[in-house]
C-alpha cells in the first residue's frame, strides 16, 4: 500500500464499526440487553485494574500507527517551560493580587511547593510507564477503570476549559497593545446571562491556528517553541531586572491585607499557572530516553518556573500598590504606570507570546490524553488513530480543538479559571494517591492483613486533610483545633511509613515515600477546599453528567474490549 493510500484510509473512517466496534453497540438489542447488565459490569470495572504491560503493549496497537520518539530532556525543559509560563504569570496574577495583595508571593511559593511534589509523582510513573496516557493511565493501573474515567473527563474538562482561558487572554493583551479596553476585540449579546455574553472571536482564531500547528508534527512543534521560549526567557528576566529597580518597598505595605485566609484562596487561583507539566507528561511515549530524560526535564524545569514567579510577581506588586493592578493585564498596566509605556509593548508581545506557545503545548498533550482515553474505548476508538505521516493524532487534536473553540466564544476567563483549578488539583490528588498505592499494594502478593492497615492510613491521611481544609473554610480559627488535624494526618503517615512497601522504584523514585506524596494530598485538598462554593457546584454538575455517560456508555465500551482481550 502506497503512502497516498495509507492517508486517504486515515481520512475515510467514517463508519458505525470505527467509532462504536464493540459489541454492546452492534445493535438495538444487543445495547438494551447490556443497560439490564449494568451492575454487574459497574463491578467488574470497579475491582479490575489494568496493568503496567497491557498500557505499554496492548493498548497502543489501537493507534494503527506509532507516534515519532523525537523528544530529548531539552526538549522537555522548554516544552515545560513555554506551556506552564505562558499559561499563569501574565494571565491570572493580576486577579489573584487583588485577593492576596503583596502576600502573592507566597501563593506563588505554596502553589510552587504543591506543583513541584506532583511533578515528582508523576515522574515517577512518567519514567516507569511511558505512554501518552498520563495520569489517565496512572490511574487505570493502580486505582481501575472508574475512577480513571472520572479523572479522564476531568482531564479533557482541563485540556478544553484551559486552551479556552489561554484564548481568551490572548485576545485581551493583543487588545491592550491596541487600546486601553480589554474587551475591544469581543462584542456583547445582551440575550446571553453574565460571564457568557462577551463572544470573543479572536480567541477562536487563536486556537485553531496553534493546534494547526500542532498537528504538523512533534518535532516541529517542539523546536519551534524552544527558540521562542529562550527568546520569552530574556524577556523575563528584563521584567524582574525593571520591576526590582523601578519598584517601592512602600508597595509592600500592608503585606497581609487579606490575611491568611487571601493567601490561601490566591494560592488555588494562581495554581492555574503551574499547569501544564502533566501535559509534558503526557509525551512521555515520544522521549527518547525516558528513564534520564523526564527526571531532568520535569523536576528541573518546575524548581526553576517556582523561582521565576515568586520574582516577577514581587516585582509586580513593588512597581505598582496592590489596589491599582489590572486583573487582566497586570504587567502592561504596571509599566505604564511607572511611566515606561514602551515597556508596556514589549510585556505583552512577551505574554502573547507566552500564551502562543502554551496553546502549542496544551495541544500536544491535550491530544496525546485523548488518544489513550480513545485506545482504551472510553470514547470512540476512531479518536486514538494516529496520522502515519505525521505521527500525530490528528482526530483527538480536532476534538479538543473544536471543543475549546466553543468554550472560547462564550466564557469569561473568572468562570475558567475555578473550574479549570478545581479539576486540576483533583487529578495531582489521585496521582498522589495512586503512587502510594503503587508502593504499598501489589495484587496477589501484598497480606490481607497489610492491605488493610494501608487503606486505614491512607484514609486518615485524606480523612485529616479534608478535615483542614474544612476548618479553614468554616471559618474556625482557633490553633487547637488545627493542631488535632494534623496529628492525625501525621499520625496517619507515620503509621503508613512503618509498613512494608511491596515495590520500589525501577529507575527513578519520590523520595521520602510515604512523606512527600501525603503532603502533596494535604496541598492539594486545602488548595481545593479554597476554591469557593462555586467551584465545587460547578465541578459536581460536570462530574454528575461524566458518571451519567459512564454508565450508559464508558463502562459497556470498556467492560467488552477488556473480557475481548481475555478471550
Known sequence: MDQETEQRSYWRRWSK????????????????????????????????????????????????????????????????????????IFVITGEATLQAGPAIVLSYAISGLSALLSVMCYTEFAVEIPVAGGSFSYLRIELGDFVAFIAAGNILLEAVVGAAGLGRSWSSYFASIISSNTNLLRFSVQSLPNGFNLLDPVAVLVILAANGIAMSGTSRTSI?????????????????????????????????PYGAEGVFKASALVYWSYTGFDLVATMAEEVKRPSKDIPVGLIGSMSLITIIYCLMSLGLVMMQKYTQISADVAYSAAFQAVGMNWAKYLVSICALKGMTTSLLVCSLGQGRYTTQIARAHMIPPWFALVHPKTGTPIYATILVTITSAVVALFSSLDILSSVFSFSTLAIFTFVAIALLVRR????????????????????????????????????????????????????????????????????????LVPWLPALSIGINVFLIGSLGYLAFLRFAICTAVMVVYYLLVGVHATYDVAHQIDQ
Open 17 to 88: 464499526q470505527d467509532f462504536f466496534p464493540e459489541p454492546t453497540f452492534q445493535n438495538f438489542t444487543s445495547y438494551k440487553e447490556a443497560l439490564f447488565d449494568t451492575p454487574s459490569r459497574l463491578k467488574d470495572r470497579l475491582i479490575n485494574r489494568s496493568t503496567d504491560s497491557f498500557e505499554l503493549l496492548q493498548l497502543p496497537k489501537q493507534s494503527e500507527n506509532t507516534m515519532k520518539r523525537c523528544l530529548t530532556w531539552w526538549d522537555l525543559v522548554w516544552l515545560s517551560f513555554g506551556s506552564v509560563v505562558g499559561s499563569g
Open 440 to 511: 504499598y499494594y501489589v495484587r496477589d502478593v501484598t497480606p490481607r492483613n497489610d492491605l488493610a492497615k494501608f487503606l486505614t492510613s491512607l484514609f486518615v491521611i485524606v480523612g485529616s486533610s479534608i478535615g483542614i481544609a474544612a476548618l479553614w473554610n468554616l471559618n474556625v480559627r482557633g490553633w487547637i483545633w488545627y493542631v488535632v488535624a494534623a496529628s492525625i494526618w501525621l499520625l496517619g503517615t507515620l503509621w503508613m511509613a512503618l509498613l512494608p512497601k511491596q515495590r520500589v522504584a525501577k529507575v527513578w523514585g519520590v523520595p
Open 224 to 256: 519551534l517553541n524552544w527558540i521562542t521560549s529562550i527568546a520569552s526567557a530574556v524577556v523575563i528576566v528584563f521584567i524582574i531586572a525593571v520591576g526590582f529597580s523601578h519598584g517601592k518597598t512602600s508597595n509592600l505595605e500592608p503585606f497581609f
